[in-house]
């Protein structure tokens, strides 16, 4: 079993709303947990990232209309989008470790295969 895997993404006209999941059955709940970002032939970027107690960080493009959020009971963690845009297109993947910058990936042990998000203008 993938250690995480993601689920929630689809097809949705620039506007509307998505809400992602992670399910991270096989990382220790006290990781930082985080989503990525990308768009055919680009970069991985970040788009948000939580830490075990909560607090959660941004990218300026996600500030106010995304939202990360985790469970450490069931060890998921969701990514409500709202306002989406067709930059906000691209496979968006969960991760999980203990990075010292929480918004790059290079410290994350552990990712997902990814669902795709298409917006649509």
């Known amino acids: 079993q993938a250690p995480l895997v993601e689920s929630g993404g689809g097809s949705v006209q620039a506007g509307g709303s998505l809400k992602l999941s992670c399910a991270a059955s096989?990382?220790?709940?006290?990781?930082?947990l985080a989503w990525f970002r990308q768009s055919l032939g680009g970069e991985r970027e970040a788009v948000a990232a939580?830490?075990?107690?909560?607090?959660?960080y941004y990218t300026d493009s996600a500030k106010g209309r995304f939202t990360i959020s985790r469970d450490n009971a069931s060890k998921t963690v969701y990514l409500e989008m709202n306002s989406l845009k067709p930059d906000d297109t691209g496979m968006y993947r969960c991760?999980?470790?203990?990075?010292?910058?929480?918004?790059?990936?290079?410290?994350?042990?552990?990712w997902g295969r990814g669902t795709q998000v298409t917006v649509s203008s």
């Open positions: 939580i830490k075990a107690g909560g607090s959660a």
């Open positions: 096989a990382v220790t709940y006290v990781a930082t």
């Open positions: 991760a999980a470790g203990y990075p010292a910058n929480v918004l790059t990936k290079g410290g994350y042990t552990y």
